[in-house]
T-cell receptor, first 118, second 110 residues
Framework: EAGVTQFPSHSVIEKGQTVTLRCDPI?????LYWYRRVMGKEIKFLLH????????ESGMPNNRFLAERTGGTYSTLKVQPAELEDSGVYFC????????????????FGPGTRLTVL | ELKVEQNPLFLSMQEGKNYTIYCNYS?????LYWYRQDPGKSLESLFV???NGAVKQEGRLMASLDTKARLSTLHITAAVHDLSATYFC??????????WGAGTKLIIKP
């Protein structure tokens, strides 16, 4: 079974440009999460989709970030316009439908996209 | 607000030795995860701990959870070089978000 995949693995852009990151979750996983790790800091939650709906987007830093998950399959995270402080590694994770008291909804992570804004 | 503290942040040790990584968190949670990350790779799920007193073991790694003390430990027994990686604990908050520790970079020398 294929794991979570992310594209691209690296992206280097200039300040003010636009970048779109893509995440393909594990097939059948309704939950999709985006996280970010800025250099030297902890991994931070950005948002959570359940199927195509945004369940929680409280971690999105500002309105320059737009996440979509049309059709409830893959997701994109667009940064427009990118700023220097957006540099970091963006992780995507997916999990099955949550079941109380079960560990089957463990989040499985992709390899991340390393974004560098110059 | 849930906060997670992990220590040590860096650990260099010899093969064959035992050591423990600690993860403290500030408010009640039902779930705690341990993940491993090799350089440039995904975060790999190691353990999920769901209840007080939970103990899970996989090879030379053993994780435990004390919800009353809000403490989890990841114990490494007779370390081998292949265990070199960065280890993260993550605690689930009331909104199902994962709140992460800063990570422990573990280097095991032959």
């Amino acid at each position: 079974e294929a794991g979570v995949t992310q594209f691209p693995s690296h992206s280097v852009i200039e300040k003010g440009q636009t970048v779109t990151l893509r995440c393909d979750p594990i097939s059948g996983h309704d939950n999709l999460y985006w996280y970010r790790r800025v250099m030297g800091k902890e991994i931070k939650f950005l948002l959570h989709f359940v199927k195509e709906s945004k369940q929680d987007e409280s971690g999105m830093p500002n309105n320059r970030f737009l996440a979509e998950r049309t059709g409830g399959t893959y997701s994109t995270l667009k940064v427009q316009p990118a700023e220097l402080e957006d540099s970091g590694v963006y992780f995507c994770a997916s999990s099955q439908e949550r079941t109380s008291g079960s560990s089957t909804d463990t989040q499985y992570f992709g390899p991340g996209t390393r974004l560098t804004v110059l | 607000e849930l906060k997670v503290e992990q220590n040590p942040l860096f650990l260099s040790m010899q093969e064959g030795k035992n050591y423990t990584i600690y993860c403290n968190y500030s408010t009640t949670s039902d779930r705690l995860y341990w993940y491993r990350q090799d350089p440039g790779k995904s975060l790999e799920s190691l353990f999920v701990l769901l209840s007080n007193g939970a103990v899970k073991q996989e090879g030379r790694l053993m994780a435990s959870l004390d919800t009353k003390a809000r403490l989890s430990t990841l114990h490494i027994t007779a370390a081998v070089h292949d265990l070199s990686a960065t280890y993260f604990c993550a605690v689930e908050d009331s909104n199902y978000q994962l709140i992460w520790g800063a990570g422990t970079k573990l280097i095991i020398k032959p």
